[in-house]
């Protein structure tokens, strides 16, 4: 039913993990399946520098989320920014169900839900583990 490269994202899922000091943040929950995706960016000088996902879903919003990580890595933040809903679904090939988009579409929708990410105002000291204002 699906292709082989949907499959072969799902079985071996690239860039899944977070990064450690991510500038960029987007989630995206499907609230019709309960799947959800969180999309990590390092962005530097308008490229972006590192490309991580975390969540759970399907077989078609996991494959999703590795195929965006991979595809945004290196790519101009600006490029990222105007990816169309429709560009990424071809990604997928024709064998999609209409009905499966919205899980194609889920590392997409986190995608554009990006917001910079703040400094913590908390400073966490290790020999005492508690959490005090910097």
């Known amino acids: 039913m699906y292709t082989d490269l949907i499959l072969d994202h799902y079985e071996q899922p690239r860039h899944k993990g977070v990064l450690p000091t991510p500038t960029h943040r987007g989630v995206w929950h499907n609230p019709l399946c309960g799947d959800a995706i969180?999309?990590?960016?390092?962005?530097?000088?308008?490229?972006?520098?590192?490309?991580?996902?975390?969540?759970?879903?399907?077989?078609?919003?996991?494959a999703g989320a590795s195929m965006l990580a991979e595809r945004l890595h290196g790519m101009a933040a600006s490029e990222a920014c105007h990816l169309e809903s429709d560009t990424f679904l071809s990604l997928f090939g024709d064998d999609v169900p209409h009905s499966r988009k919205g899980c194609c579409l889920v590392a997409w929708h986190a995608l554009q839900s990006l917001e910079h990410v703040k400094p913590s105002p908390c400073v966490i000291d290790s020999t005492t583990a508690t959490a005090s204002k910097s």
């Open 38 to 62: 969180t999309l990590e960016l390092v962005i530097a000088d308008g490229v972006i520098q590192a490309a991580c996902w975390s969540g759970h879903g399907c077989c078609l919003t996991v």
